[in-house]
């Protein structure tokens, strides 16, 4: 899973009420690169940020939807897990209230435009699996980070990459970003085979950057750029 800088980063992160995907310009036939050079025209960003609908995304396997109320007991299970939350930016949830209090400043982000926490929802029994975001968002440089997490049951089934393909081209497609970013713990090499997957290149290592229950790690970075990205 990527990191993710509010409350670390898939195994061993975070983050549209009008439902249905927003309407998208016409897309490129599949496997087919992104144009060389990125769109002139304005961000979706460009606009306050408050005013981004939150999107429901349909994959062929799972759904990304906003996160709600009842959600809360399975991102405790998520994040209670030692295997999930190994690599994470924050040690294991003890305590129910714990994940409350993370839907609670979700939810803030939602409406503040802050982040777009989805959860990842599986179609054939509703069940939610785990969650991916965007965050960070910076609007003036079209950019924006990427977080993911996955319960540990789910590990190895595919889930993660459909889920993150569908979120990267909502982000280049639909809100006109032109980079992407993500950070994990370089011992985490799971995350890092699905950014590479994803087409993400190794961009930086920097020391010691985190501290969590009072274990140093350092950070590796990652970073797509709409113009090498190839629509699934």
């Known amino acids: 899973m990527s990191r993710t800088s ?11 009420s009008a439902k249905g995907d927003p309407i998208r310009p016409p897309g490129r036939p599949k496997g087919e690169h992104a144009p060389q050079h990125a769109s002139a025209k304005a961000s979706a960003l460009t606009a306050s940020p408050g005013t981004l609908a939150l999107p429901t995304l349909d994959a062929e396997r799972v759904t990304l939807r906003p996160l709600v109320g009842d959600d809360v007991y399975a991102l405790f299970g998520f994040f209670s897990d030692h295997e999930v939350t190994r690599y994470w930016s924050r040690p294991p949830m ?8 993370l839907l609670h400043h979700i939810r803030d982000r939602y409406r503040s435009g802050e982040g777009m926490q989805l959860g990842i929802e599986r179609k054939d029994d509703g069940l939610l699996i785990g969650t991916c975001t965007l965050f960070h968002f910076m609007g003036q440089n079209r950019r924006a980070e990427v977080g993911y997490v996955l319960g540990s049951q789910y590990w190895g ?7 993150l393909q569908r979120l990267l081209r909502y982000a280049f497609e639909d809100l006109g970003l032109i980079r992407l970013e993500a950070d ?5 090499q799971a995350s890092e085979r699905t950014l590479l997957r994803l087409g993400f290149v190794k961009e930086g290592y920097m020391r010691e950057r985190w501290i969590v229950a009072d274990v140093v790690s350092d950070s590796a970075v990652f970073g797509l750029l709409r113009r090498e990205w190839t629509r699934p």
Request: proline content about 10%; cysteine-free; overall charge positive.
């Open 6 to 16: 509010g409350p670390k980063g898939e195994h061993s992160p975070n983050r549209a």
């Open 94 to 101: 003890t305590h129910l209230s714990q994940a409350r209090t």
């Open 157 to 163: 089934r595919g889930y993660m990459h459909e889920a």
């Open 184 to 188: 994990i713990d370089p011992r985490n």
